[in-house]
């Protein structure tokens, strides 16, 4: 009866009471960055005594602003395609393949992603110092791919364990070459398995910050720095309207994926 | 399981496996990659602080005589472990609510939570740093409430770091607590009832114990993630509490020490290793991840 919702008596009040509060604490915080990135208050004061655009108008009249949204973009959009093609290769390799350590290969391939970034960060510092990467869109690609991988690893992976090989073999059989029943047949079949390793792997070079703080030099920095840079001196609410530009762009992926299942499931 | 599956398919592709690139040749460009850029650099490191300033363990012996880094490895483990606990204490709820809920209701907090899980990590701790300051709007609230009469300190110290840290962990803890809830039998529960368990009993002897691998396992990760989190301990914490991931990164950027920072590296990259190895070792590998 506990797991029953309907037989729970008084105990679903509290159930709900508590999930409804943790569920304000999570959507809370970023509603009032968005709201307060239009307040004219300097001070973050809220409720705003006013409304105002002239955070956008500060935020896109800076270069700086700009540039590392740029930065930022370049990253993540060479970062995705490398992590998506990579990651298919890799999953083909380890989904169909039977070599010895191949799940002790599959676990070094995820390292990253449970690795403290921190480590990480610092140790790519160090190495780039002395090969001359620090501060280069090629350091950048290269330290993000690292940490993209596993995701698309695991998208693509889990997509591939989720498909029925004989199709493919199936398509051998009809006179295709292996490469392309791989890439006619098995490709579109696990069409969503890519496509959530793509946004996957943008979201984490787009919202990485611990290796990019490291790795930025004053002519090469990503949003992510920016922001950073700009809290360490002050909480100016035109870091709540690159905020609020961040969570939109977070919000329209989700919504990406959400018609992309829905539309796999009909 | 795993090596039965693997063996009978083996023997049925073998013959046409023979005949092509073998299928390890395509993790090679991957493997390649992580050899240079992640193998190859954590372990010059962590060689850096067994040989600079000078070869031997003098760094280690400095990390671990000083009464100031003690500190700091304390707070990092103190901070880790509240918390884990107050995830936990409100994840768990949450997590069996989800696991009943009519499904409409459960798809609304889950978009919630996956929003937050994925809203820009320095947008959210942002959002903190306005809400906790000492005209903000928490200190007003609670001011115009009469509760207090001066603004609290909740920023820059532990309140802070704790209030940041519990909310980024908590779609953590309750993603995987939701999938063990899920999976147990409701009949179990039925059946504790029909032999005269009040709700309580069922609670505390039934449904605590079933979701208890869960549980573990969701801390267990929460704890090691908070371990090594740099940014919103650097934001919201104070310079009395220090984490980990800090003091590595001031060794490296101010202090320019790279046998120290190598040191203090190893010292996390080792309790997150272990932590991880009891995971895999209790609770499977299908729970790992997360950002």
């Known amino acids: ?266 | 399981m795993v090596a039965q599956t693997e063996t009978a398919s083996a023997k049925h592709y073998a013959p046409v496996r023979a005949r092509r690139p073998t299928d390890f040749d395509l993790t090679l460009p991957a493997l390649g990659l992580l050899a240079l850029f992640f193998v190859l650099p954590v372990a010059i490191l962590l060689t850096r602080s067994v040989t600079e300033p000078v070869p031997g363990l003098g760094n280690y012996a400095e990390l671990l005589g000083s009464s100031t880094y003690l500190r700091v490895f304390a707070n990092t483990f103190a901070v880790s472990g509240l918390v884990t606990f107050i995830s936990l204490l409100i994840g768990f709820p949450v997590a069996w609510a989800l696991a009943i809920m009519p499904s409409r209701l459960a798809s609304v907090v889950f978009a919630i939570l996956l929003l937050s899980m994925w809203t820009n990590l320095l947008a959210r701790t942002y959002a903190w740093m306005v809400l906790l300051q000492r005209t903000g709007v928490i200190n007003k609230l609670l001011i115009g409430m009469g509760l207090i009469d001066q603004p609290l300190p909740l920023v820059n110290n532990l309140t802070g770091v704790t209030i940041g840290m519990t909310y980024i962990m908590l779609p953590f803890i309750i993603l995987p607590l939701y999938g063990v809830i899920r999976k147990i039998d409701p009949a179990i529960l039925q059946a504790a009832a029909l032999c005269g368990a009040n709700r309580w009993q069922s609670l505390v002897r039934v449904l605590l114990p079933l979701a208890m691998p869960g549980m573990a396992a969701g801390a267990l990760m929460v704890f090691v993630m908070s371990l090594g989190y740099f940014v919103t301990p650097a934001l919201l914490g104070g310079t009395a509490n220090m984490m980990l991931a800090e003091l590595i990164a001031q060794f490296v950027q101010s202090l320019v020490n790279w046998g120290m920072g190598g040191a203090a590296a190893l010292v996390l990259l080792v309790v997150t290793l272990a932590l991880y190895a009891v995971q895999l070792r209790f609770f499977g590998t299908d729970r790992l991840g997360g950002r």
């Open chain 1, 1 to 266: 009866m506990l797991l029953n919702f309907d037989r729970l008596g008084w105990w679903k009040l509290v159930l709900i009471g508590i999930t409804l509060a943790t569920t304000a604490f999570l959507l809370l915080p970023i509603l009032f960055i968005a709201a307060l990135s239009f307040g004219s208050s300097q001070w973050l004061i809220f409720p705003p005594p006013g409304w105002t655009l002239k955070w956008y108008q500060e935020l896109l009249a800076d270069p700086r602003w700009l540039q590392s949204a740029w930065t930022s973009f370049r990253i993540a959009i060479i970062v995705t395609v490398l992590s998506v093609l990579l990651g298919l290769v890799t999953s083909f390799g380890l989904t169909r393949g039977r070599f010895p350590f191949r799940e002790a290969l599959k676990a070094l391939f995820l390292t990253p992603m449970i690795l403290p970034v921190v480590v990480l960060a610092v140790a790519l510092y160090a190495f780039f110092l002395q090969i001359g990467l620090n501060g280069t869109l090629t350091g950048f690609v290269i330290s993000h791919l690292v940490l993209a991988l596993p995701f698309s690893i695991l998208s693509i992976s889990s997509a591939l364990e989720g498909f029925d090989k004989s199709i493919e073999d199936a398509a051998v059989l009809c006179g295709a070459s292996p490469l392309e029943a791989r890439i006619r047949v098995t490709l579109p079949a696990i069409s969503h398995g890519i496509f959530s390793a793509a946004i996957f792997s943008f979201l984490t070079s787009w919202d990485e910050v611990v290796v990019a703080i490291f790795m930025s030099s004053p002519t090469l920095q990503t949003l992510p720095v920016k922001i950073w840079a700009t809290l360490r001196q002050d909480l100016t609410p035109v870091v709540a309207a690159a905020s609020t530009l961040l969570i939109l762009l977070t919000v329209l992926l989700m919504l990406l994926v959400a018609v992309i299942r829905k539309g796999l499931k009909s």
